[in-house]
């Protein structure tokens, strides 16, 4: 039997590199090949089974742990205990469970357009699809602590760390990253799981012991059970539903049971929700009520108040004002999608902003990308970890 693995380069999905992985010959050295949306029907009609990979900048790993004596339950609600790690709308990401079993529980975060690209391209191409998983699962992973694993992405590398830890970055940043993993744990061993050895002498890993190794079809297993499967909540595939519905009478009846007691779980958790969202907006009217209309209460909808005011535009003032380097801010912030907005302040005609990514040219980028509209900027109290990048942009809008 043979499986088709096809790894897309970005969000826009129709730039993608595919292999066969055949189970008969899983030392087979892994040999990509190169493609487009347009070859997806073409693959996939001499395939049994399908695995999509979504390209790593595009999905936020992270965990939640559950409280000693809380609920499972509270996991359908997971979004609403990381929101503070998102800066754009929960209700525009889809959120991805591993093994609820273990606690912390592992998370995976994305768009819901990328998602819904990729049910589209099932749909379209009749692709018999079994798993779609973040790219961090094609690289390997021994479980061994002090063991850093490598893999070659498009134009970048994978550095994985952990069963869900690593950092996707430009070949020049690898060294940079290997430090700031060991400034967290010992590293035994670099091993660059390449195709030829001739690759490894290109690889900079600095100062660490590194090793070559073959990179084979028996190294990637992107469909494991240590792996998550996006593939959840409002974008599984309706055959599995439809599998269960054919289930025994007394299954159904046992779901319906259930059903009940985790709607009447789901209600009492959803009503400690509303108290905390209730809260929070209230701090945010307290934060925002003195750029604000007089006619503008804490009940209205602050996000579209704060839009409507960005576009009756206040050019004709002599300085620049909170919203106007806040609509500056976001809109060099929109093509940057790894960039996420944890905290926003304003005082003395300043505009702070913190940020997280997990790409640092990006942070770089925007910065460069806000200097060449002539708008005063600096970056500070940059923090560099494993995985996660953050700081401060100040925007003076009496220098401009």
Not at 141 to 158: C, M, R
Request: hydrophobic share 40%; aromatic share 8%; net charge negative.
């Amino acid at each position: 039997m043979s499986r088709l693995i096809i790894r897309f380069h970005d969000s826009s999905l129709d730039n993608l590199s595919w292999l066969v992985d055949q189970s008969d010959d899983a030392s087979q050295v892994v040999n990509w090949q190169t493609g487009s949306g347009q070859d997806l029907a073409g693959l996939a009609k001499d395939h049994n089974t399908v695995v999509l990979v979504i390209a790593q900048q595009d999905v936020y790993l992270t965990g939640y742990e559950l409280p000693g004596t809380a609920s499972r339950q509270l996991l359908a609600a997971v979004e609403y205990q990381i929101e503070d790690q998102l800066a754009q709308d929960i209700e525009l990401q889809h959120f991805a469970l591993g093994d609820q079993s273990r606690n912390p529980v592992a998370i995976a975060v994305l768009e819901k357009t990328v998602m819904q690209r990729c049910i589209d391209l099932i749909q379209k191409h009749g692709l018999q699809v079994t798993q779609v998983v973040p790219e961090i699962f094609l690289c390997p992973w021994s479980g061994k602590l002090g063991d850093v694993n490598l893999i070659t992405s498009h134009q970048a590398v994978i550095l994985r760390y952990g069963e869900f830890q690593g950092i996707k970055c430009r070949p020049e940043l690898c060294v940079a990253m290997l430090d700031l993993i060991a400034a967290e744990q010992d590293i035994e061993v670099v091993n660059c799981y390449l195709q030829e050895p001739e690759s490894f002498e290109s690889i900079n890993i600095g100062k660490y012991p590194g090793e070559f190794k073959q990179l084979k079809l028996e190294h990637l297993d992107p469909g494991g059970s240590g792996t998550i499967n996006l593939l959840q909540r409002q974008f599984q595939i309706s055959s599995i539903w439809s599998k269960l519905l054919r289930s025994w009478k007394w299954i159904l009846g046992l779901l319906l049971i259930l059903v009940a007691v985790t709607g009447y779980n789901r209600a009492i958790a959803l009503n400690q929700l509303e108290t905390r969202l209730f809260d929070i907006k209230a701090a945010q009217y307290k934060q925002l009520k003195n750029y604000l209309p007089a006619n503008i209460d804490q009940s209205d909808d602050l996000k579209k108040e704060l839009i409507n005011l960005l576009k009756l535009g206040q050019s004709g003032k002599a300085e620049v004002n909170f919203l106007e380097l806040l609509r500056q801010f976001t809109q060099a912030k929109s093509v940057y999608s790894s960039i996420i907005i944890s905290r926003i302040g304003y005082q003395n005609k300043r505009l702070s902003i913190d940020v997280t990514s997990n790409q640092l040219n990006e942070l770089e980028s925007l910065l460069e990308s806000i200097e060449s509209t002539g708008q005063a900027v600096k970056m500070e109290n940059l923090n560099i970890k494993p995985g996660i990048v953050s700081g401060q942009f100040v925007l003076d809008g009496a220098s401009r």
